[in-house]
């Protein structure tokens, strides 16, 4: 994540949060921005996280340089590490804030930024940084999850009541949980061309026994430990008893023989 200083990440950086977003790669997270991608093209990935996309958006560009950017200085580390580990050599990570990109005008051929701004209070603040630093004629693009629009099997009650909290806890904090569904109306209001910007969607899906092992527990854990249960408990909108609920709700879905979760994300591609 890179937020300004009234924001604050719903998620945290806790190894749940971490799990989930250790797994993503271009392929599975970047789809929507690969066929646009070229050798030598720089590019800034903003609220990079642990890196793991960017190192592959890294591939896609080099020998062109590469910028990872996010406010938490211990997620970089790790960043770093997996890019060493990697070998690729052509990428940096460095902290900063997405409202105020240390960077001059047009300074990149694309501008990425993945599931961040659904955690800010102001996303069309920061998409007219990633339009200010982008080249003329370059591209921004953004994707991010949809909450309204996650669908699982079978149905469950418990499930229903995360997400009613989930979208207060959003709330509470200032951000938009179903953001997916907003990304065209906030790059137009952010003064991109209209003739200028793509709109798509994505989705994740967990279907097999593996995957609902992996993403039940993922969200077991981050329902009674991560900046979620935090923000839930904070605001007042959840105790810790019903946070178990909420977690076991979770595990219950893990062991459905049948068990299908699909997360929608809303895709955008805009030139600068």
């Not at 990697?86 to 930024?113: K, M, N």
Request: net charge negative; with cysteine; charged share 25%.
């Amino acid at each position: 994540m890179s937020t300004g200083p009234a924001d604050v990440y719903l998620h945290g950086h806790h190894d749940s949060v971490l799990r989930s977003h250790r797994w993503r790669t271009a392929a599975n997270s970047a789809t929507h921005l690969l066929p646009h991608l070229r050798e030598g093209m720089s590019l800034l990935d903003v609220g990079c996280g642990p890196g793991t996309v960017t190192v592959d958006l890294a591939r896609s560009v080099a020998p062109g340089e590469v910028v990872g950017l996010d406010s938490a200085p211990e997620v970089l580390e790790e960043a770093r590490a997996h890019a060493a580990d990697a070998g690729v050599g052509t990428v940096r990570f460095e902290v900063g804030d997405a409202y105020r990109l240390p960077f001059d005008d047009a300074s990149f051929d694309v501008v990425h930024a993945h599931q961040l701004l659904q955690h800010l209070t102001d996303p069309v603040a920061a998409l007219r940084e990633m339009r200010r630093v982008a080249r003329p004629g370059g591209l921004v693009a953004v994707r991010d999850s949809d909450y309204g629009g996650f669908a699982w099997f079978p149905e469950s009650d418990g499930l229903e009541e995360w997400r009613q909290l989930y979208r207060e806890v959003a709330a509470a904090l200032g951000a938009q949980a179903d953001a997916g569904r907003r990304l065209s109306s906030w790059v137009r209001e952010a003064g991109f061309d209209p003739d200028g910007v793509e709109v798509g969607a994505g989705t994740w899906c967990y279907a097999t026994a593996v995957e609902r092992a992996w993403w039940s527990r993922l969200w077991a854990d981050r329902c009674v430990a991560s900046g979620f249960a935090s923000a839930a408990l904070a605001h007042g909108l959840a105790d810790e008893v019903a946070l178990e609920q909420l977690a076991e709700a979770w595990r219950a879905w893990g062991e459905e023989q049948d068990g299908w979760f699909v997360v929608l994300h809303g895709e955008v591609l805009a030139r600068a």
